[in-house]
């Protein structure tokens, strides 16, 4: 079944770079879909691939709502974060989960690293702070508060 989802990835990523369901590009896309080296060492679970569908669903409000609040409220601080990859993650989950990451307007993949970890480069409203007895805003370039 697993092998099925692989092959399904592959040619949605070909349908979506050629932009174009003719027969013929259809059954290009098949053979290369094919073609491509798959890693057998690693399987994947049917649940992993449902759970990392239904994240992407989930994550379509979310990346309209971050995109809305960019838009009204500017956000000036940056910083780079690594997260660790889940455990047991084939190729194309590792592809899905990049993919979930960078399709929120606030977050970015920088790097992925082979040792299991994602280099995620995020957005933030500044955070409030107590300034003289008066809430006021960090400045861009101040440290984050533990």
């Known amino acids: 079944m697993i092998g099925y989802l692989d092959l399904i990835l592959r040619l949605v990523i070909w349908f979506l770079l050629t932009a174009d369901l003719s027969p013929a590009n259809i059954i290009i896309g098949v053979c290369i879909a094919l073609i491509l080296p798959r890693n057998r060492t690693v399987t994947a679970v049917l649940r992993d691939w449902l759970h990392v569908m239904w994240e992407i669903i989930a994550a379509i409000p979310t990346a309209y709502a971050e995109a809305i609040e960019i838009i009204f409220r500017p956000h000036t601080v940056e910083d780079t974060v690594m997260e660790r990859v889940k455990p047991n993650r084939t190729p194309?989950?590792?592809?899905?989960?990049?993919?979930?990451?960078?399709?929120?307007?606030?977050?970015?993949?920088?790097?992925y690293h082979e040792d299991g970890w994602y280099e995620v480069h995020r957005v933030r409203r500044p955070r409030r702070r107590q300034v003289g007895g008066e809430l006021g805003d960090e400045p861009p370039d101040a440290p984050l508060e533990s």
């Not at 194309?92 to 790097?111: A, E």
């Open 92 to 111: 194309g989950l590792i592809f899905l989960d990049i993919f979930l990451i960078t399709f929120t307007p606030k977050t970015i993949v920088l790097k």
